[in-house]
């Protein structure tokens, strides 16, 4: 697996699980995409582009995954997640020399638990999550954890 020396585009997704179905946070030629998977709340992706470049559209489909796995994974650790938590995901697709790479890097925001906790919940999340599973040892993944 290479490092992207040069990134020439990038696709940002925020997943949060909406608490309030009224509120409605996009403006000015964006809007908000809700996901739903069977069985659990629904996604929202605040201020989504609307047209959405490959890296965005991967990001989202990985972001709406990751998070809804996040939360089984804390269930299966035992760990309450406060209704707040989000997870920003950024796809970047770029260059080494003349080859294409893909990457990504993970912000999860999870104000008030411990980073060590978050951390075992994001690892255990990457290991059930199917769109982890298909880039696994293809991709650069970096991981930031955000407690505050």
């Known amino acids: 697996m290479e490092k992207i020396e ?3 585009a990038a696709g940002n997704t925020h997943a949060t699980v909406n608490r309030d179905p009224n509120v409605q ?11 739903s998977a069977p ?9 989504t582009e609307p ?6 559209l991967f990001a989202g489909a ?8 996040f939360g089984m994974a804390a269930e299966l650790k ?3 997640l406060p209704p707040d938590y989000s997870v920003d995901i950024q796809v970047n697709i770029g260059q080494t020399g003349a080859a294409w790479h893909l ?7 999870i104000p008030g638990l ?4 978050v951390e075992e919940i994001a690892h255990l999340a990457h290991q059930i999550c199917p769109y982890s599973k298909s880039v696994r040892g293809n991709i650069e993944i970096g991981m930031n954890i955000v407690t505050a």
């Not at 047209?51 to 965005?56: S, T």
């Not at 990457?103 to 925001?109: E, L, N, S």
């Not at 411990?114 to 906790?117: G, H, I, N």
């Open 6 to 8: 040069k990134v020439l």
């Open 25 to 35: 946070r996009g403006e000015f030629g964006v809007y908000d995409l809700k996901l």
């Open 39 to 47: 069985g659990v709340e629904t996604l929202e992706f605040i201020a």
């Open 51 to 56: 047209h959405p470049r490959a890296e965005q």
């Open 62 to 69: 990985w972001s709406a995954c990751y998070t809804t796995v």
């Open 78 to 80: 035992k760990v309450t």
């Open 103 to 109: 990457g990504a890097q993970f912000r999860i925001r």
């Open 114 to 117: 411990a980073k060590e906790v």
